[in-house]
Structure formats: structure tokens, C-alpha cells
């Protein structure tokens, strides 16, 4: 609104006490609450109507408090998550209810969730799927998959039960209790009252000259605090996340490269950005052509995006054995296919938003991030101050999925913060964090696969470009990981794998749960099922007959000698694969419009960086009091860092892991534990969590000499280890105490062993590889072209299951993100910017999910565990095109398969 | 510039007297025009809240029900004479939005929500008439996957968002206003204007008329209704083709039929030829696929829309092979 203002004073009740505030007219609840009455339990993930994390009940109903004028609640009651949990048994059971169940991932859903819970079960205390799913279906979850959500609201047997905590045990999630009662602080939630705001000036064009009029004196005019343009940059202006292809600017300069792109910032306080309307800001644009597609970008004369990138070429990856073309040859079948997909939005319902305020002449920026330290090195470069002029306090993250990786808020927040000395805070508008995050990179895949007659994969040929928007971001990450995973968890001997990435005027290509490898499993596991199929061999056999196994080697010619799990997760699908396939061909003898499918795909990724070092360092320690504390470093974005780094740590320590204090990060305080990235905090800082833990062990008995197996309990100001010998009392408070104000410490790092790729692409990439297998059975309406999968059955090979409830956890989420890219998700630059355009699965989507837990122990990951956090996505989408395949008898080699695409798809096969 | 203002009106009357222009908007609960305000797309200087009025729904004297203009949506589709004697009008409700937006939204807001085209959202970045008029429209030839194929004009081709309207249209709901200059009802089916070469002119409404109540005529007896709603996701997501259907059928002849479709078109577009053709057949696949053929005779549409047309088509017959199958 771009209007001065009256305030007026409303009365209404708050969580059953009187409340009484200054609202201005139009203006939200939400913000009433949040702002100016504190409700930060009330959370904002749209400001639109889209996705409910804001539901709060008026008079007893829930509502959107983002759609409601605060003025409509006057003399009316308003109750939140908070009040609810303080007051109402029934809150306080739901709120155990989701902790038992894992039903709270990152918890930025969970108000939303369980305020219009609450209001249902106020009615109707057993409530059934179709009620729940009624009542919840206005709020979104990125994290859950929702299935453990409604079983929490129903009231279904506790997942979690108590115990001691050690690996393998599932109980509930160490940092849970805040998310189901209200207090969990995100990155909108952390800022001081009073704080000034920051709103970024951004492109409304794909590709646009601009000019600023007179900037000092617009600020002199408004009274703004400060404009920010690229000119208050002290350091470069430029980031990215990997070193040899840092190429995006803060501010851009002359011209914007994205729709979207921010070119200036105005720090103001509240008042002023209560009536600021953007388009008074001095700035012309010119809209220029862009290209937004990857075929434009290659043709001659296309406009180059970045020095040095010849043809928009980012870079590409190749990785090949054998003979490719000879094995293709040879075979008695072969298939080929031309795969496509579209951008895909992460979806994280929190978006961007943190605080920043000047401490001792140092910089502390308060945000949601994956990657605490990267953010620092990002910052070091942009502010051109020395490292320890900067501290990064992460806040609970509301999802990320990959895109919290690359820096958002932090530079403005940091460049507003040192430029006026105040605090300041900022929170993107939900178009603003689609507009400029990163998103999947878009596909354009050609694969062609021979097999001989027995089945044996004789040849494998792909290439594939993607599509890696205006800047590198993760883009050469991917460009490297598809041609090592390509191949999908199988053993060939004769593979090519080609890909690029190529730049366009589109958003930023980055990290996405999988790195690209969703997108080449859509290609790899279709053309399985037609191989299988043209060769006359069910293709569950078909799969098991190419599968990798220990011993054999990959496609980069790595071999393992141990937890190749591939052949386990499909043989565990057997059964259902059996069962429903003749269910459904049942079902479709007596059903004409309504056809059943039931498809498989498996899918593996390599845990940690490709060939990189990535270690991670976990510190722990003791108090003077015994207290144990762990500084775990990792980011806990939801996925359960912070419960299994700990089940870990205790297990190796010897000790329960709920008398642990852990310590989150913080740059100033807690070791570099990397980022929270490609599967592999599980492995890589559980691993340095294991060593920590050992190392401790190792210490205490060896200062207190006692035997190996010694039990250990820790408090009172001292250990008491109990051995064959019997009880033996070690006093801390002799002991002195260091800076940290520990008596005991270990600090250990883990860096998994990997060898570099040759030009071949050959090598060691990763020490350790997950797998997984699903199977999903879907009903088409060959009339309207809609697709409903009705069941999944889905098999990871996690090595050891740590907490088997978060495992299923990141399963059903895994689940439910490659169902929305196979069926609903395409971001269309410019277009779907929205929640209510950008559709992602509700409730009512995620049909129930068995889960089976596989268990090949990895030689390397701890206990035998591996990660896990995106092969749970990788062969959804797949196993949805084929088993609308099996349905229809049509191949869809373009996702989302919307009704419209099925549909046409169908019509053309019929015709 | 003047400042914004709130207030609430504790009368129709009340209501009227305090519109006094262009900037002065009435505020239903605020789903559409509040999210409208933050876009800078509406920008009153006056609102004026009508949610505290005409909040019941009433049997009449003629067999028909009246419901006001501020009873919530949700109230009216749980209401039992709704169920009962107009279920396609509570299937619509309940197929659209979520039950938060339900719970709120009011029935004068929701027959007044705007387009969803996401040009016409698009303010800094797109051209729009229905916004900005003689500017131009960058959803033809644009990204139109969403829109509409019938009623729509060279200058507009953005659809209407609601379901309950298509029901409204179905059972033909008067739509009852009053003014400065008195009250008058309007048939829901003339209420909406088509774009043609002024699509910021939506409907017939007044600067300044206030929507009171929405009268439904009486049911007729035998008469079987449903409505249908084709989206990507299963629930909360606007319609890429909804069909709000109705048949009487009598000794194997269709004796009346209503279709109206969702999605497609600048209004509720009711297919009276289509559903002359029924009238008067029997109860078949054919009689269905032909009336569907003639509703959409007229779609015009554009590449990323073309699937509507035959959506459309397999919707309309879907639903009245429904009816006709429950009627038997
Ligand atoms: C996320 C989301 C999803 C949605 N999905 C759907 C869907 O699937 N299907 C669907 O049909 N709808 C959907 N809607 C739209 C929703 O139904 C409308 O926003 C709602 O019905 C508007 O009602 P309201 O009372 O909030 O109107 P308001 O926003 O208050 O008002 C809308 C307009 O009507 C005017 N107005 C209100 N009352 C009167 C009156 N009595 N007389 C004259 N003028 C009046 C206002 O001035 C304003 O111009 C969705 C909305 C959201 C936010
Ligand atoms: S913030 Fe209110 S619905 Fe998303
Ligand atoms: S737990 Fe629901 S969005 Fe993260």
C-alpha cells in the first residue's frame, strides 16, 4: 500500500486475554500478531492465501491471518499455536502426538498444521483420514510427505518411543518441543523490535539496461536510512558458491541478466515501508531481448551471458568405459528417448529472511541458511573485511532443500548493517524468494540403451544439456554428478554420459535435492521399463539382472567391496510389485475410463562432494559440572541433523543422547561442519561425531583408567565409570577449565576418501553411494488425463538406519517432492511466482507410503550408515511415468505430466 | 494523497452513505482485495467492511432461498437446504479454495473476486488492459495455459476464478443489489460482461452498488445436479475446466438440462445451446457428446490452451453420464 495511514485501536481477545493494539487500516493480522503484539508463533510463508502456515483461529475457525484486515477482529477472540499449546490438553496431546510421530520436519508448517488441527479435533475427537485431510488441506508442508502428519492428528500407535537413544533407535527429535509449541525461531523471528527493513529494487525483466535517476537526493526526499546500490560494495561484488565460477553480482551493474535480479536496496524503518510503493523508486528500465531457452543460447549470435563462456557453455562433464557405440551395436534391442523437464522450485515454505546488527565494531547476520561457513567466505569477499570481523548466526531453517545453500538476505542485511550501524532485517515477499532463489535446472535429455537378448545392458549412450539460468550457482555440480549417476545403480560396461550446462536469461540453476539426478533417472529408468518390455522381460527381473553389486565395478570404474544395496531394494519390492501388477490387471478388466499403472524405478547418489574434499569437525566436551556438550556444527534444515549427530555422538560416547547439550552453529563458536548438502551430514559429520565421541571416550577412560567397556555416567561435577573393578569417581572441578569453559575436549574431522575423476571420467567420486527402489501404483483417467497414485512402496539401502523414523521421514518427503516435479511443479520465469501458480502437493496428494528400511552396512559411513536425503526423490518420478505407462500403454518423456500433457499424450496414441 | 481508511458499516444504508467514489471499496473478507492492495492493483482510500451484514440465509415464500451477500462460503455449502436442494452449489464451494479461505471468504466477495492471469498480477513487468486499459496483453501469445477459450477478445483472454459462481449460473441466482437510487435484481447469468474491448468492465454492478443478497429459485423437482472441477492437484488449485451440470429426465427423455462451465471463460459461461440440445433426447453418450461439441463450437484459443476445448468437451459429458446414470 502505497497510502499515509490513520491508525485506529482495536480490542479483541488474544489466546483468551484481552489484547488491545494500534492497527492501520489494511493491515494483516498476521502482522498485527507478529509485529506489534509479538505472536511470532504465527508464521508467514505466502501473504497470500496459499499455503496456511498463518491459520490462526477467529472465534474459533480457522483462518488465514494473512487475508484478515487486523481491523475485522475486533471484539472478537484470536487464538494461536502458543495460546492453544498453554491452554488446551488437547493441544498439548496433538503437539506429543507430532513429536512421536516425526509430523514436525523443519517445523515452519507446523503452527498452520496444528492450529487447524485443533479446531478439528475440538469436534471430533476421531477423526478419520478423508476429515483430516479435509481440515488441513489449506496448509502446505514441503518436509513431510504429510502421511506422518495425519497420523499424528489421528491419533495413530507413537513411531518414537523412549529410550536411550543409541543408533538405530528411533526417538523423537532432540530439538523437537519448539516446533510443536510455538516457540521455534526462524529467520523472520529473531529481529529486535524497532529493527529497520530492507527492500531489495529487483528486475521486472528477463533482460533489462537500467539507470538510476538521482539516488542521494530520493533519500533525502523520503527520508529513507540508506540506498544501496552496487557502489557500496567495499569488497567485489560478485559470489558463488564455487570458486572457479563465482560470477553473480550483488547489485548488478548496467544490466540485469534475470527477471528478478536485484539492482539497489532501501533501508527504512517500518512506518516507511508500511506506505512505500516501489515504483517510486528512481529507476528507468529498458527491457532488452533475452534468451530463455538453451537452444537460443547456443545459435549463432546469441548474446553471450558471461565473458569466457563461449556458446553460454558453463562447462560440461563426460564420464565413459568400454565402447559405448560398439555395445549399442551389439545389442539384440535398444530403445531411445528425448527426455524434457522444466525448472522446479524448491518450495521451502519459510522463505529468505534474517537480521543483521553491528557487535564490537563486527558484522553478526542472524539468517536461514545450509551453509553457515560458506555464508562467511561469501561475505569475507563481497564486505572486503578480514573473516573475524564476521559472525554468522544461523536461525532455524523452514526448508531448503539445496537453495538455502547459495547466499540470499545475507549481503544486504550485512551491507545495511555496516552502512547505518543499526540493526536491520529483512524477509523476502514469497515472489521475491521464487523470483531470485535457484531452482532445478531444467533438462534436455537424448539417451539411447541397448541390451543383448538375455537381458545384459550391451551399451549406453547419453547426453544431456541443462539449463543453468543467468548464473553458475551449483550448475557445474550438477554438470559433474550426471554423468557419474546416469547410469543409475546398474553395472554397464559400455556408457558414454555426456551433459552441459548453458546459460540463459532464466533464474539461477542450482542445487536441488539430487543435484540433476532426477532428471537423468526420468530418462534412464523410462527407457529400462520400454527395454524390458521390448525384450520380453518383466522389468523388476529386468533390473535385478543389471544391478550393481560389491565387487563390480561403476561406470567411473570404482568398485565396493561392501554395501552395494541395489539388488536388496528391488528384490524387497518382489512381493508388492507382484501383487499389485496383477491386482491392476484385474482392475482394468472391468474398467474403461479408469485405468490402473503400477511402475518401479530405482535410483543411487554418491554421498559428499565429487572428488572434493568436504570434511566436517565436530567439537565436544565437558563441563566442570559433567555436563557433555556437543558443538554440532551441521545444519539441522528440517531433515534431523540435529537428533541423529547426537544419537551418533552418545552411542560412540557411551552415554543417552537426551543428556547431551548441544550447541548449534555459529561461526564464532562451533567447528566448520560444512554444509548441508549432498547427503552428507548423516555420513560425513556423523562420522566426525563418531570420532569426537570415541575420542572423548578414549580420554575420559584413559585419565581415569579404567577398562574399554567401561559404562560411563556423566553430573554432579563429576564421571562415574563403572568397570568389572566396580565404580570409579572422577571429580572435574580439579580440573581446569578452558577458554570454552571445558575440563575435557575432542575436536575431530572427517573427510571421506574419494580420488580425483580422469578425463575419462574415471575414478573414485565418492566413498559411498545410497540406494533405493520404488514401486507407486496409479490410477489415469484416460478421459480427463489426471494421474492419482494411490500407494508407494519404497526400499532405501541406508546402511544402518540411525533413527529409522526420520529415515521414513526423509522418504515420505523425498517422495512427495518427485511426485510434485512428475505431476504438478514447473516454474515458469515470470510466470508461477506464486504459490497458487506454483503448485506443489497438498494433503490430499500423497497417497500412503510403505516404507522398507534396507541395511548393507557402508564400509566407511558410521555405524555402516549413508545418506539419505535425496535418493529418496530420485526414482519417484520415474516410477509415476512408468506406471502410467503400464496404465495407458503411453510414454511421457516430458514432466510435469499434467492432465493436459497425459491427455494429449493419450489422444495422439489413440489416434 | 488521502489516507487510507477503515470502517465498518453497520447498515446497508449505513454502507452506502459511507461509499462516496471510486476510492471508497467495499471489504468483504478481504481474500481477494487485500491480497489486490498488496500487489498495488487495488488502491482504495476507503474500505468500507460489509462482512457484518446480510449474514443469513433464508427460505422463501415462492420455495426459493435467499442468501445474503455476507454469509461465508463455508456457511452456505454446510448449510442443509444448500445440500439438499442445490448440491451443486455446496460440490462447487467445497471444490475450490481451502477450508481457511472458505471459512472467510463471503459470497458478494466471491462473486466480485478478479482474475488469477498471472499478467494482470504482474505489475511492473506485463502489460495488461484489464489493468491498465489500451496497454496491451501479454497473456496472448504469452504463457496461457489458464485461460480462456470462450467469450474472450483480442484485447483480454483472462478467465473469472470462481466455482461458485458456475453453480450460481447453473441454478440461474438472482443477484440482488441496492444503491443511492434503490435496488434492482440482476440474473447472474446477465451479470458478467464480456471483454471485448473493455475487459477492466467486469459486470454490471455500479461504482458504489452493494451487493445484498443472491436469490435461488425454487428447486425443480427431479432435477439432478453435480459439478465436476478438472485442476493439476487435488484439492486448492483453481480449475483448469469445471462443469456445473444438470438434467430432469423423464420416461427415457431428457425433459431440461443446465451446463455451465469453469475455467474457460471472462464469466460463468452457461451452454444454453448445448443445452437445448439435449432437451428432448434420450439420456446417451451421443446426446451428451454432441451437446459438448456444440458448447464449445465457438473456443477460440491459443497454443498453450488448445487442451480446453476437448477437456471441456469430456468434462460436460462426464457429468451429465453421471446424472443420467444416477437417475436410473
Ligand atoms: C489461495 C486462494 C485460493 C483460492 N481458490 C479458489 C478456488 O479454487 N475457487 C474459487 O472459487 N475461489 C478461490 N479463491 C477465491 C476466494 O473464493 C475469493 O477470494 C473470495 O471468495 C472473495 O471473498 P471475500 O469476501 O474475501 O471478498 P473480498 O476480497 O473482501 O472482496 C472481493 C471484491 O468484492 C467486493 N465486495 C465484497 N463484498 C461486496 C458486496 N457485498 N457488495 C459489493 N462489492 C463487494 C470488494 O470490494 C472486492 O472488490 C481462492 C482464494 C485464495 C486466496
Ligand atoms: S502466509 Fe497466510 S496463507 Fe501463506
Ligand atoms: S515440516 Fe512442514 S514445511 Fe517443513
Redesign the interface.
Known sequence: ??????S?QIAFELNTQPARAD????Q?LSELLRENLGARDVKIGC???DC?AC?VL?DG????AC???A??V?GRSVETLAGLYRAEEKAKRLADSFQNHGAAQCGICTPGMMV?AIALLRNNDAPTEDEV???L???LCRCTGYRKIIDAVVGAPAIAHDGDGSVGTSIRRLDGQCKVDGTEAFGDDVAPVGCLEIFVIRS??ARASFTFENLASFADATGVEAVLTADDIAGRNIFGVIPQFMDQPVFAEAETRF?GEAVAAVVATSEFMSTF???SFPVTWTEMPATQNIHDAQKDGAVQLHHGRDGNVMCGGFVTCGDAQAGLSAASKTVEGHFKSGFVEHGYIEPEAGFAQIVNGRVEVHACTQAPVMDLDSLQIILGLDRSQIRIVPTAVGGGFGSKLDISVQPYLALAALKTGKPVRICYSRTESMQSSTKRHPSDIRLKIGADAEGRITGFDFYGEFDTGAYASWGPTVANRVPVHASGPYAISNYRAESKGIHTHNPPAGAFRGFGVPQSAIAQESLFDDLARKLGIDPLEFRIINALEDGVPTVCGQVFDQGVGITACLKALRPAWQSETAAAKAFNETST?IKRGVGIAAGWYGCGNTSLPNPSTIKSGVRPDGRVVLYQGAMDIGQGANTVITQIFATALGVPADSISRIGADTDVTPDAGKTSASRQTYVSGNAARLSGEALRRLILERMNVARDAELTFGDGEIVATDAEGEHRFDLSKLACDDERLVLRAEETYDPPTRPLDENGQGAPYAQFGYAAHLVVVDVDT????V?PTKFVAAHDVGRAINPMMVEGQVHGGIAQGLGMA??EEY?P?????L??Y?I?????IPPIETIIIEEPDAHGPYGAKGLGEHVLIPTAPAILNAINAATGVRITRV?A???LV??EI?KAQR | MNPLTYEKATSSTDALERHDGDAAKFLGAGTNLVDLMREGIATPTRLIDVTGLAQSIEEQSDGGLRIGAGVSNTAVAEDATVRAQYPALSRAILAGASAQIRNMATVGGNILQRTRCSYFYDVAGSRCNKRSPGEGCDAIGGFNRAHGILGVSDSCIATHPSDMAVALSLYDAVINVESDEGTRSIPINDFYVLPEDTPDIENQLNPGELIVSVDLPAPSANRRATYRKVRDRASYAFALVSVAGSLIIKDGLVVDAGISLGGVAPKPWRAIEAEAAIVGSPPTEETFRNAAQIALADATTQPGNVFKTELAQRVIVAVLQDLAGDAQ
Open positions: 500500500m502505497n497510502k499515509p495511514f490513520f485506529q492497527a492501520t487500516p489494511g494483516r501473504d497470500a492465501g496456511g491459520t477467529l475457525q480457522p483462518v488465514c487475508l484478515t484486515a481491523h475485522q475486533e487447524s485431510k479435509d481440515a488441506g489449506g496448509v521486472p525483466f527477471r510503493d516501489p515504483r475410463t478421459a480427463m488425463g489426471t492419482k505431476l504438478m515458469v515470470g510466470r508461477t511466482e506464486n497458487h501458480d503448485l502437493p497438498t494433503i490430499g496428494d510435469p499434467t492432465p493436459s491427455r494429449t489422444r
